[in-house]
């Protein structure tokens, strides 16, 4: 029965990476590129780390280890991608042509 759980739970990892896949491939630029990157990484590996926690145990070397990962990929993985759209946006790299709103411009700007 654990094991049938963990693999549920791994499915669900494995669908979220498949549509953050699609999403990378369809979005127009760098910006939504990237929050689909960071959805990629975020909420499909933290199932099949927690996958492997409900298989494995929470306190097992395994367990425990994939806590601290899944905690880390949590917590850090936003930042990145934040910190990497940032960059990109004071580099210049410009939004996709049917971009609607382009709030720190404005606030610059007005």
Do not use: W
Not at 45 to 72: E, Q
Not at 82 to 103: C, F, N, Q
């Amino acid at each position: 029965m654990r094991d049938a759980v963990a693999v549920a739970i791994a499915a669900v990892g494995l669908c979220f990476s498949l549509s953050g896949v699609v999403g990378i491939l369809r979005m127009p630029d760098l910006y939504t590129r990237v929050q689909c990157s960071t959805k990629n990484v975020t909420m499909g590996s933290i199932p099949v780390l927690i996958a492997i926690v409900v298989a494995k145990g929470p306190v097992s070397p395994y367990g425990s280890r994939a806590l601290l990962v899944a905690f880390l990929l949590f917590v850090l993985n936003p930042v990145a991608s934040h910190a990497l759209t940032r960059a990109a946006y004071k580099r210049g790299i410009e939004m996709a042509p049917g971009s609607v709103v382009d709030m720190p411009r404005e606030r610059r700007e007005g």
